[in-house]
């Protein structure tokens, strides 16, 4: 399978924050036209020390793929050990002063097998036909998602809850006694010509929601207009605001023979979280006490906090 993509925008604003937070990978507004994975991090923890998760995040696993072959398929076990060489950055820059920052994780690649989508935390990734709207968004790793998820407030009142901003996974360094958070990872050959992915970190959420966005797709003239458009959108959001966007051009996939031929290919889905049933958690090194909390807000607000 050959996905081919045209040229990816992105956008990094400061909002009413006096520090940025966000990182993104690569960090610059018009992607290289070669570039077969884009990652967004959100970093939580206080002044400067969501800057540096985020950004050792970003770049560690920016880094790490940045050899990748993309024409073969990228793996669960690829996708894992990337992750794991962020976690142990994180570790390694685990300070006393920063010991409590964290970071939500985006991810999407292009690859030889399809696609792949990966999340930890409440930043956001779309998959979007342009004939059927959004076909996949990710569910957000936070308490009122949650919620929302075993009936006990509705999805509108989710939007306002005070709660809304606790996030139930993040990467962050991780002691002895504690498991480092897993992705959610959606593995699909469902990829079409024309179809857009979307990443972006939740101060974008503010100001654009799913209405919004497709508004926004759906009446703009090039992939440039759009980003403009969202950019604009985002200036006046009380949260640092960053998104990629990315365009798939045409898709070629082999016929019984391995040749390709172009075309749209109705490939198979795999969804991947420990939340549903017959998946696949990516996390491939993990540290366990069966008797304490493990991944996590209550690790996160021990530390903060100095609970035992």
């Keep these: ?9 992105s956008f990094i604003l400061l909002g009413k924050r006096s520090n940025q937070e966000d990182s993104r990978f690569p960090d610059m507004d018009v992607l290289p036209p070669n570039q077969r994975f884009f990652i967004v991090c959100d970093g939580v923890g206080g002044h400067a020390k969501g800057e540096v998760a985020s950004g050792l995040v970003a770049n560690t696993i920016g880094s790490a793929l940045m050899q990748f072959d993309w024409s073969k398929d990228f793996t669960n076990a690829d996708f894992g050990r990337a992750l794991d060489k962020a976690y142990n950055a994180l570790d390694a820059n685990a300070a006393n002063n920063n010991h409590d920052m964290a970071t939500t994780m985006v991810l999407a690649a ?51 809850d005070k709660r809304r901003h606790i996030i139930t996974r993040y990467m962050s360094p991780t002691d002895a006694d504690q498991t480092r ?16 992915v979307f990443l972006c970190s939740d101060g974008v959420l503010q100001s654009i929601d799913d209405e919004m966005l497709i508004d926004i797709m759906g009446n703009a003239t090039s992939d440039e207009q759009i980003i403009a458009r969202m950019k604009e959108r985002c ?7 960053t998104a990629i966007l990315i365009h798939v051009d045409h898709v070629e996939y082999a016929d019984g023979a391995g040749a390709l031929r172009h ?46």
């Design 1 to 9: 399978m050959k996905i081919s993509l045209r040229q990816a925008y």
């Design 110 to 160: 292009f690859h030889g097998s399809g696609m792949t989508l990966a999340h930890i935390g409440d930043s956001r990734i779309y998959h979007i036909r342009p004939d059927d709207g959004i076909i996949y968004r990710s569910d957000d790793h936070s308490m009122v998602n949650t919620m929302v998820h075993n009936g006990m407030i509705t999805p509108d009142e989710a939007e306002t």
């Design 181 to 196: 958070c897993m992705a959610t990872v959606l593995q699909t050959a469902d990829v079409k010509d024309g179809d857009y």
């Design 235 to 241: 200036q006046a959001s009380s949260d640092n605001s």
């Design 263 to 308: 075309g749209n290919a109705d490939g198979n889905t795999i969804r991947c979280d420990n939340n549903e049933a017959g998946v696949v958690n990516i996390a491939s090194t993990l540290r366990t006490n069966p008797y304490k909390p493990k991944c996590g807000i209550w690790s996160f607000l021990k530390r903060i906090f100095g609970i035992k």
